[in-house]
Each structure stands twice: as structure tokens, then as C-alpha cells.
């Protein structure tokens, strides 16, 4: 039977008999918010939907939902039927309806600016600047937590200070307990290593601390996720490549090659310092999977498939991110390379989830 077809005093009544506290002086849509609530969140630079996928499978309820680019929009609302998905600029959005109403803000501000490989700009970059985008929505609309994920470079950018200048700028009006850790998906359930970094914030008046979740015991590999994987389209290599993809066996990469192959391939960078690892590299179904990227095949960053010669396809991407077989990517083969490289892993996600419900709920 519905809650809402309960009388108050039924309502009374069963909030007594499931130990609810302060009950007494709740009009009857209060009781059934306490009985049964709904934890609410805002996602915004919401991609094509890893986060958001994880978030709702711990048990959170999106009311709003925001990137600006089409095709992530088109994925999101293809896939969270019936969510309220706004395709703008994050900061072109009214969040004066939502002041004071939501459980979490959350977004993965892009990450170009920050990373090891990219710019370093930070904060002085265009796009480094969402971040400050970020704390003026956080400031307006106070939510009870919120969650940002970044490239684990973030940690080290110019010296440890830019992450010290985003923490000062989210709390500005000193309202949150703020705590940072760059979490592995490998240890939560995902079979790929990837580092990404999350800051969390509470509401220091709700006076908990968050906890960040606990690494899970089991470790899964490719060979876990690469089996019966659903038809999909992918990335093709050129002839030379499957040549020379022939020769290098799971786990290994062009330092497997004949030193003239080599030689050829590298060209100059052979001579440069680094493993290069990266280039040429075959993946191996005993392991987890390299860090997934935007496109399934670059020189410098090749992750091949461990036993055939092609670059993993859509759906292998997708099932190394942990994503559900059905959950449908909308766009060009290339859209959906990049919303599923960019995206936080279903099931890390997940782990964060219930690790902010334990905050949140019996907060009312
Ligand atoms: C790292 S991805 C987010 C991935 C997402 N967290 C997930 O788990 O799938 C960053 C997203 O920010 C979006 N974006 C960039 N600038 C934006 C802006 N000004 N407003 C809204 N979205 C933006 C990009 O289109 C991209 O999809």
C-alpha cells in the first residue's frame, strides 16, 4: 500500500514502531519523507552518465541533470528516463528552486586543465575556472554534501597549492567539513586501474564526517568482464599495426618487438627516457585494464585487446567501466569512445553513493 494512502495517525504510528525521532510535530507529507525518504542530487558537467548511474543505483534520485554537450544529454535522458536533463553551460542554469532542497551537488568539473599530461594551467585556464563555477552554485544553493571528481593530478598542481585555493574557495562562507582522497577503481569492484581524486563536502551543521568508502576484498580482471560481451562497434587498426600487434604478447608493449621494429616505430622517442609502456601496449585479461581514455587508440596510448588485434570496442569499453550491458551511448562512434572514457565508473560511483547516504540518512 502507498504511504500516501495512510491516515496521519497510521503514519504516527509507524514512525513510532520504526524508532523515528521528532516525529510529532510533522504534517503528514513530513511523515512519509521521514518513513521513506528521498536523497536528492544535482549533477552538473554530468558527461554521458557514470556518476550519475551510481549515484542512482545506491539509492539517490536525480533533479537535475546538466552537461553541454548534446550527445551526453541525449545519453542521459535516453538512459535516466524521466530525469530533468538541462543542456546549457553550468552556470547559464536557475538554481533558485533548489535552494536549500538538495542532499548533493556533485560534478566531474573537466579535467584537461589539471592533468599530469595537459596543460597545467589550473585555475588560470578558462575551463579550470568552472571550478569557481562550481563554489557559486555550492554557495547559493547549500546543499547538504557535496562530491567533486578530478584527475589525480590535481593533488600535485602547482605544488599542492591549487587544490589548497579550490578547498578555500568551496568553503568561502565556512558552512562545510571538506576532506579530499584519491580513490583506485581497481579496488572498488571496477577491473581497471584509474585514479581519480574526490573532495567531499558536509554540512557542518549535520555533524558527521564523511567516511570515505572501504576497499572491497575482491580484485576483478579483464578476463572477469571480456566474455560475452554484446556486439558493438569499435576502432579499427591498420594492417601495419596488427602486424606488429602479432608479435607482442598479453601485458606486454613494443619493447617486445625485434630492436629494429623498434627502432622504426619509436622513431626519435626511442631514445627519450620513460618505460613508454603505453605505446603498443596489449592488455592482459589476467589484470585490470590501463586507465580507459577518451579515444581507444592514440600512438602513445594504446590499450589492445588481450587476444585479438583490434582496440577494445564500444561495449568492452563500456563493460570496463563498469557500466550495465543495456545502458545505450547516443552518438558518433568517437561521442561514445569519449563520454565512456570520461566517465566515473559505475560502480565506484556506487561505492561513494552509499557511503554519502550513511551521512545522510536520518538527516532530515
Ligand atoms: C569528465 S566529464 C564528466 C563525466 C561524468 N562525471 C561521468 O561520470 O560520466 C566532463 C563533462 O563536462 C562537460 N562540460 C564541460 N564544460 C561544461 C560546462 N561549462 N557546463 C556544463 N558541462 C560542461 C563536458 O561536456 C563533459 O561531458
Redo the contacts with the bound molecule.
Keep these: 500500500m502507498e504511504l500516501s494512502n495512510f491516515s496521519k495517525p497510521e503514519l504516527l504510528e509507524l514512525c513510532e514502531i520504526i524508532g523515528i525521532k521528532n516525529y510529532e510535530s510533522k504534517n503528514k507529507s513530513q511523515l512519509i519523507q521521514l518513513i521513506n525518504p528521498v536523497h536528492t542530487f544535482i549533477e552538473?558537467?554530468?558527461?554521458?552518465?557514470?556518476?550519475?548511474s551510481g549515484l542512482i543505483k545506491a539509492g539517490f534520485t536525480p533533479l537535475l541533470l546538466?552537461?553541454?554537450?548534446k550527445d551526453?544529454c541525449k545519453t542521459l535522458k535516453h538512459n535516466h528516463y524521466g530525469a530533468n536533463v538541462i543542456c546549457?553551460?553550468?552556470?547559464e542554469i536557475d538554481y533558485t528552486p533548489y535552494i536549500g532542497k538538495v542532499d548533493l551537488l556533485t560534478?566531474?568539473?573537466?579535467?584537461q586543465s589539471f592533468s599530469q599530461a595537459g596543460l597545467r594551467k589550473g585555475l588560470d585556464d578558462p575551463?579550470g575556472d568552472?571550478m569557481t563555477?562550481f563554489a557559486t552554485i555550492l554557495n547559493l544553493i547549500k546543499p547538504k554534501t557535496f562530491m567533486i571528481?578530478n584527475v589525480k593530478g590535481l593533488l600535485s598542481h602547482d605544488g599542492g597549492k591549487t587544490i589548497k585555493k579550490i578547498i578555500k574557495l568551496l568553503n568561502k562562507n565556512n558552512l562545510y567539513n571538506i576532506s579530499y582522497k584519491c580513490l583506485d577503481a581497481s579496488k572498488y569492484d571496477v577491473p581497471q586501474k584509474r585514479e581519480r581524486v574526490f573532495i567531499v563536502g558536509v554540512l557542518k551543521t549535520i555533524g558527521k564526517i564523511f567516511e570515505f568508502p572501504e576497499e572491497s576484498s575482491e580484485r576483478p580482471v579483464l578476463k572477469d568482464v571480456l566474455y560475452d560481451v554484446p556486439v558493438s562497434d569499435g576502432a579499427k587498426y591498420s594492417d601495419e599495426k596488427k602486424a606488429l600487434f602479432k608479435m607482442i604478447p598479453q601485458g606486454g608493449c613494443w619493447i617486445n618487438l625485434p630492436k629494429k621494429l623498434q627502432k622504426e616505430y619509436l622513431g626519435n622517442s626511442y631514445y627519450s627516457s620513460g618505460g613508454k609502456r603505453g605505446i603498443l601496449h596489449r592488455l592482459s585479461m589476467e589484470k585490470p585494464s590501463l586507465t580507459l581514455l577518451c579515444t581507444p587508440s592514440q600512438k602513445q596510448t594504446e590499450r589492445c585487446h588481450p587476444l585479438k588485434e583490434r582496440p577494445l570496442r564500444i561495449r568492452e569499453y563500456a563493460r570496463i567501466q563498469s557500466f550495465d550491458d543495456d545502458y545505450q551511448f547516443i552518438g558518433s562512434m568517437s561521442s561514445q569512445y569519449k563520454?565512456i572514457g570520461?566517465?566515473?565508473p559505475v560502480k565506484l560511483?556506487e561505492h561513494i553513493g552509499e557511503s554519502l547516504l550513511k551521512i545522510l540518512v536520518n538527516h532530515y
Design positions: 552538473v558537467c554530468a558527461g554521458g552518465g557514470g556518476l550519475s546538466n552537461d553541454n554537450n551526453c546549457s553551460p553550468m552556470d560534478g566531474g568539473v573537466p579535467c575551463r568552472l563555477k571528481e563520454q570520461n566517465a566515473v560511483a
